[in-house]
């Protein structure tokens, strides 16, 4: 699993930069599913609640945090040399974000 994470930009990309975040993300994950990588993606809203022992409900989870979530992709890979090497060219890496990169665990 492919996790994106960057820090929330106070300024809105005008509809120009908009439509070309858009294309850069499609193009990096089409060259992923060209490989037969692909399995699934999605972004995460900016909605959310933490919920811990004994009912204990909060915002968040990024309300605390500098970074904050912004969305995942799962791809097939061997190994997570792979799927580092999948990760590469990924379009928040562009704009300062980070992509973490874990291995599934299938029980």
Do not use: H
Not at 14 to 34: C, H, L, R, V
Not at 81 to 91: F, H, M, R, Y
């Amino acid at each position: 699993m492919l996790i994106f994470r960057s820090e929330e930009r106070v300024e809105r990309p005008t509809p120009e930069e908009m439509q070309a975040q858009i294309k850069s993300w499609q193009d990096w994950i089409g060259g992923i599913a060209a490989q037969g990588k692909f399995v699934s993606t999605n972004a995460l809203g900016m909605e959310g609640r933490v919920v811990r022992a004994n009912n204990i409900i909060t915002d968040g989870p990024y309300m605390e945090l500098k970074e904050m979530v912004g969305g995942y992709t799962i791809v097939k890979a061997e190994n997570i040399d792979e799927a580092v090497k999948l990760s590469e060219g990924c379009p928040t890496l562009s704009y300062g974000g980070a992509v973490e990169v874990r291995d599934i665990m299938v029980f």
